[in-house]
């Protein structure tokens, strides 16, 4: 193991540098004396080397599409902006021929998979999300089907009256193949209740996952950070997503969201920075050592940050993605996409190699 060039580290550091490079897990204290200590470089150098440990210099993308089915939503989280009550301004429930005739004007061969989310609907029976996804695979049957949330899934259970596993089961069904890693926001009871995060709470998102891992789906996951929550809130999520993974090992990748702000003019008091969004890239690789990858999501942290990211422990930018809306109806100034090009020419940009993937991180094409 390369040693690290950062001079006159602590004690503390010291110590941590040896746990990860003898490969050691680290405790919730080292997490918080992470985020607490201003020596980014060897932060970024440790997450750096446990990256590479793990994928080498591969970085990997997918060809996506993001759908939203529905913005209307009973919950009324205090950071979301993408929410609409029924019937107002802006407000849509689709139909499934409805989105088919969408996603026939923005499809192109390369698209491998539809990322699906959107609102706690109350107008429409579960069978309208069931058939939402039923549609899609009847007319785009080779395109990978990434859907909800696990409050989604939660919200279902109680629309209509079936278990977690039975509302898993029915989706299968109709096409599902892996559930998307929003609804976690941060996982502490505490902060859903000041944040008025009025959906499931925090055993019923990990429960969620695992009953979907115990039914052989993989999935994905994610934090979002950068309001209420202590850096120590931060880490205990960490180390309960990290506590299901040893029990399951179905999560694939971890993906720290920076909090948008919900005013494009929003001044940058108001947005996380980027030595914040750093560090929290670099501590989620060095807590989740047994989640393959972390991914640096540009939609909320920019190209350009995205890229240094894959020098502070990411091994993924997520895809192209094409009209992003939940982030962007908040204040995110990013694009609401990026092409295939764009993707590669961003990971050759750092210096590492793009890799094209599937859903489950296949590998489909290498770009040496």
């Known amino acids: 193991m390369s040693t690290l060039i950062t001079p006159f580290t602590d004690n503390k550091m010291t110590a941590i540098i040896e746990k990860v490079q003898n490969g050691e897990r680290l405790s919730i204290e080292d997490g918080v004396f992470l985020y607490e200590s201003d020596d980014i470089l060897t932060l970024g150098q440790l997450a750096n080397q446990v990256n590479l ?3 080498g210099k591969k970085v990997y993308f997918i060809e996506n599409m993001s759908l939203y089915f529905t913005n209307v939503c009973e919950s009324y989280c205090a950071f979301c902006n993408f929410r ?37 609907n109350t107008h429409v029976p579960f069978q309208y999300y069931v058939d939402s996804l039923q549609t899609l695979t009847d007319h785009y049957p080779n395109v990978t089907l990434k859907a909800y949330t696990a409050a989604e899934i939660e919200f279902f259970t109680r629309i ?6 039975e509302v898993l089961k029915s989706l299968q069904k109709a096409g599902l193949q892996s559930l998307t890693g929003g609804g976690a926001e941060i996982l502490s009871d505490q902060y859903r209740q000041k944040m008025k995060v009025d959906k499931a709470n925090v055993e019923q998102y990990l429960d969620v996952h695992r009953s979907a891992h115990q039914l052989g789906m993989k ?14 809130d931060r880490i205990r999520h960490m180390v309960q997503i990290r506590e299901l993974q040893d029990e399951t090992n179905g999560f694939m990748v971890f993906i720290p969201l920076s909090m948008q702000p919900k005013n494009k003019n929003a001044g940058i008091m108001r947005r996380n920075s980027a030595y914040e969004d750093l560090k929290t890239i670099a501590i989620s690789r060095l807590m989740l050592d047994n989640i393959d990858h972390i991914k640096a999501y540009f939609i909320n942290i920019g190209a350009q940050l995205t890229q240094v990211a894959l020098s502070f422990g990411a091994s993924d930018v997520h895809g192209t993605i094409i009209n992003e809306r939940i982030s962007h109806a908040a204040g995110a100034l990013t694009p609401d996409g990026l092409t295939r090009k ?12 793009p890799v094209e993937r599937d859903t489950f991180y296949n590998e489909i094409e290498v770009f040496e």
Do not use: C
């Open 219 to 232: 999935t994905h996951t994610t934090m979002l950070y950068g309001s209420i929550e202590s850096k120590e």
């Open 84 to 120: 609409k009550d029924q019937g107002e301004e802006g407000s849509y429930t689709l139909s499934g021929e409805e989105m088919v005739k969408y996603v026939d004007q923005h499809i192109h061969p390369g698209i491998r998979e539809f990322h699906i989310v959107g609102g706690h």
């Open 53 to 55: 440990r793990k994928n």
């Open 160 to 165: 209509s009256g079936l278990s977690t596993t």
């Open 342 to 353: 764009e993707l590669i020419w961003l990971i050759k940009g750092a210096g590492r190699i």
